[in-house]
Nanobody, 129 residues
């Protein structure tokens, strides 16, 4: 199984950028469909972006389309979430997750948190207005 550790969160002004990293250990993150979720205080955890194991199919939540980009650096065994034009409503704890069903299609991505088996500890993103 894979262990995931997020980093890169912090405090940024509205309009700024942050780059979140999700470093994998134990197994290659390229073996998994990956997702980034976020949870704001008092709200449920929600999907931000999901990527199929092949990397060919990606889902973005409507509110982040055109602002957030997911990528994978296989050499560093890391999944990256580049967040630009940040808004106060992006404030949340961000989690990366991996779907452990490697026997499922490599073209699928998953938007439901119950489809993910491995989670990082989260990293706080705070966007000030």
């Amino acid at each position: 199984q894979v262990q995931l550790v997020e980093s890169g969160g912090g405090l940024v002004q509205a309009g700024g950028s942050l780059r979140l990293s999700c470093a994998g250990s134990g197994r290659f993150v390229s073996s998994y469909a990956m997702g980034w979720f976020r949870q704001a205080p008092g709200k449920e955890r929600e999907i931000v972006v999901a990527m199929s194991r092949s990397g060919s199919n990606i889902y973005y939540q409507d509110s982040v389309k055109g602002r957030f980009t997911i990528s994978r650096d296989n050499a560093k065994n890391t999944v990256i979430l580049q967040m630009n034009s940040l808004k106060p409503e992006d404030t949340a704890v961000y989690y990366c997750a991996a779907n452990g069903k490697t026997y499922w299609s490599s073209s699928w991505y998953y938007t439901d948190s119950s489809d993910y088996d491995f989670w990082g500890q989260g990293t706080q993103v705070t966007v000030s207005s």
